[in-house]
């Protein structure tokens, strides 16, 4: 930068030297003073492409003027006060980047404005604008403009680039244009200041919108949301064309709406589909030119408000769009609220990882093409971001090719296909909306064919070659005898191996045979945590028995329910007192097995046969059982093992009850694949740190545990 010396060359605003923040500017020093990426989320910048024979000294008198005639652009922030401090003169110097040697300029031009993206401002001691000009021919160049989102909004950088056309026509003509006065921030920013009081009734407007918070949307993202809030973000850019723009300004009117509350509803859709909800907040941004009665004024006078406006998915889009439209008048009409204020005014949790209300914000604006320089050939591109605030934000820029959606969107969370597919959505539910406005929310197509054919087609094509006509004591068995001296389960009192295990299990379901005519019954199983809790579970399915597990430590009156419910046939247990549970089934106590009694020949049990009934909590009510085959058992397990890619080397320990599905894979997968499974007693599942001793001594290889069970290994210093 440079003093200027001489005369200013346009007309400016009154000369004052300074003028407190406004509320939404004190918004964004907080959120900057986070980081140097913090801060690099309000760099606001457009590279102006320049063909034709460019005037460069004309080009930096035009830019100084335009800067000479804003105060806000000549601002910085008072390192202790909290106010804006104005130079009374500031110009830049236009460095001209040569690139035309570069083997690709445009790659060299790309490269620039991505490291000019990761670049802060010096907030306390400015300036809060840099321009640099890149030559990539003689006759092409690209000026590359960006001012901290503190001193600059979008709007204000269509008046910057009107003006800075008109300066450099005049500048290279030797003229001076014909600007009118510009309105002062310093001013504007004392008049907002003074009118805090009167803004009491947009706020009751805001905060009765929220009488009930909603939850925050949770986006299907591609990583987990890291603990602390993370900045790094980028821009997907694409496009719809001007043939789709005609026909959504069409469809807005018929429906009394307006192409802004047309496009967003349309996106409150698409994110309402992705996230399963119906309470969609969206931020928006409210430019105070327009409701201010200043449209000329250049500087941060922009802030954000959280639109909500819930969807009724059995409505007509035509009918949403109404309702829609309707509330987002309304909020215009309270725009004198910020988000600070409400935020503040809310009986909100913060968290350091999330922004409140919403973290999706949608735009739509026209930029100015800043034609009128003269005989260059101009075309206006807003530069793609390095840092985000929010995990979403739409920008829409209307003109007359038709839409161009910017979409700044968090790299710790998205990939820059998952946020392209979500655009496709978007534009597939306009063009559905365009073609039936009457069609149902939920009715509104989202996908394309080719989509439609890889969610219904390619992604269930999971067809894979399994046993489907043997049954996991089938498996088992077979596995036994490849290696019958391998350990196949082991507790605290000891280990059976392949043949052992099958042997007990062969005399308990021997057992079974003899102790009832019926076939393809119910067994319940009350027995401990132990080598005899498989020895069970394998006997009854091979006496072709379907098991109720039992958890005995459960009250006496909920076990007779679920017997009486399952209609259990028998019970295998370790004692008098669970069998009493049902006293017109047989029992078999495991501890008095005859292993002299050579019994019935085991039966095939055909795959289309009952393997268990599990039943639910019966927290809401009655607990109720679920049924489930051996087909379906036997494919799920052989497919869970593929995936985990469980071998005989593999140690797992079965920590989960047996009267919940978890138990079933960490049980049988091992029994399947020649594996050893190590059974936890229910007190080292209980404290995590007898559960992590066990896993180290028994040197184990997998784990399946719900959340809660791995915070407690976690506490419990468990590592991998």
Request: with cysteine; proline share 6%; charged share 20%.
């Amino acid at each position: 930068e440079r003093r200027a010396s001489g005369p200013t060359p346009f007309a400016t605003a009154a000369e004052v030297a300074s003028a407190p923040l406004t509320e939404p500017q004190l918004e964004i020093l907080t959120a900057a003073q986070m980081g140097e990426d913090a801060s690099c989320t309000f760099n606001e910048s457009v590279s102006i492409a320049l063909d034709g024979a460019l005037d460069p000294a004309a080009l930096e008198t035009a830019l100084n003027a335009v800067i000479a005639r804003h105060d806000a652009l000549r601002g910085r922030v008072g390192r202790s006060d909290e106010r804006m401090h104005f130079a009374a003169r500031l110009e830049l110097d236009l460095q001209v980047h040569d690139c035309s040697d570069e083997p690709d300029p445009d790659a060299a031009r790309a490269a620039f404005v991505a490291a000019d993206a990761r670049t802060p401002f010096d907030l306390w001691s400015g300036p809060l604008v840099r321009a640099a000009l890149l030559k990539l021919a003689a006759q092409r160049h690209v000026l590359v403009l960006t001012a901290h989102h503190i001193v600059c909004d979008g709007w204000s950088t269509n008046i910057i680039l009107q003006e800075l056309a008109a300066a450099y026509r005049a500048a290279h003509a030797g003229q001076r244009p014909a600007l009118p006065q510009p309105p002062s921030f310093a001013q504007y920013a004392t008049d907002e200041a003074a009118s805090i009081p009167e803004k009491a009734a947009d706020l009751a407007y805001w905060t009765s919108l929220y009488r009930d918070l909603p939850p925050l949307l949770e986006l299907p993202a591609d990583r987990p949301r890291p603990q602390q809030r993370s900045y790094a973000g980028a821009t997907y850019t694409t496009s719809f064309d001007a043939t789709l723009l005609a026909a959504l300004r069409k469809t807005a009117a018929a429906n009394g709406a307006t192409l802004f509350s047309t496009l967003f509803t349309a996106l409150q859709v698409v994110i309402g589909r992705l996230t399963g909800t119906s309470d969609v907040v969206i931020g928006v941004p409210v430019a105070a030119q327009a409701t201010d009665g200043r449209p000329d004024l250049v500087g941060h006078c922009v802030h954000m408000l959280p639109f909500r406006s819930p969807l009724d998915w059995d409505s007509p889009f035509s009918s949403a769009v109404r309702t829609t439209a309707g509330r987002v008048a309304d909020g215009f009409d309270h725009a004198g609220c910020t988000y600070g204020t409400l935020v503040r005014a809310l009986p909100l949790q913060r968290g350091a990882d999330r922004l409140p209300l919403t973290e999706i914000q949608f735009n739509l604006e026209r930029l100015s093409t800043a034609a009128g320089f003269g005989d260059l050939s101009v075309e206006v591109t807003p530069n793609a971001k390095a840092a985000v605030t929010f995990d979403l934000c739409v920008n829409i820029i209307e003109s007359a090719a038709g839409l161009r959606i910017d979409c700044d969107y968090s790299t710790a969370l998205f990939d820059q296909a998952t946020i392209a597919r979500w655009m496709e959505h978007y534009r597939l539910a306009l063009e559905s909306i365009v073609v039936a406005p009457g069609t149902p929310l939920a009715a509104l197509e989202l996908l394309s064919p080719e989509q439609a054919r890889f969610v219904l087609d390619a992604v269930n094509d999971t067809d894979a070659a399994y046993p489907g006509e043997s049954c996991i004591h089938d498996l088992f068995a077979a596995q036994a005898a490849r290696t019958p001296a391998s350990v196949a389960c082991s507790d605290g009192t000891g280990s059976l191996t392949y043949a052992e295990l099958d042997q007990k299990s062969t005399m308990l379901a021997r057992a079974l045979l003899q102790a009832s005519s019926v076939r393809q019954g119910r067994i319940a199983i009350a027995v401990d945590r132990s080598s005899s809790l498989l020895v069970g579970l394998l006997g009854i399915m091979k006496a072709g028995h379907a098991y109720v597990p039992l958890d005995g430590r459960q009250p006496f009156e909920r076990l007779r329910q679920i017997a009486a419910s399952a209609r259990i046939d028998g019970i295998v247990c370790q004692d008098a007192t669970v069998a009493a549970i049902a006293p017109g089934a047989f029992a078999v106590r495991l501890d008095r097995l005859d292993a002299k009694s050579s019994g019935p020949k085991l039966p095939r049990v055909p795959s289309d046969a009952s393997a268990y009934v599990l039943f639910t909590s019966g927290s809401t009510g009655t607990p109720k059982g679920v049924e489930i085959g051996h087909r379906a058992l036997t494919n799920t397990l052989s497919a869970m093992s593929r995936l985990w890619e469980i071998t005989a080397a593999d140690v797992i320990v079965a920590s989960s009850a047996v009267t919940v599905d978890a138990s079933i894979p960490e049980l049988f997968i091992p029994l399947m694949t020649g594996a050893r499974v190590v059974l936890a007693d229910t007190q080292a599942v209980l404290t995590g740190f007898e559960l992590v001793a066990l896993a180290d001594r028994a040197k184990a290889t997998a784990l399946l545990a719900t959340p809660t069970l791995w915070r407690i290994l976690l506490e419990a210093a468990f590592t991998s």
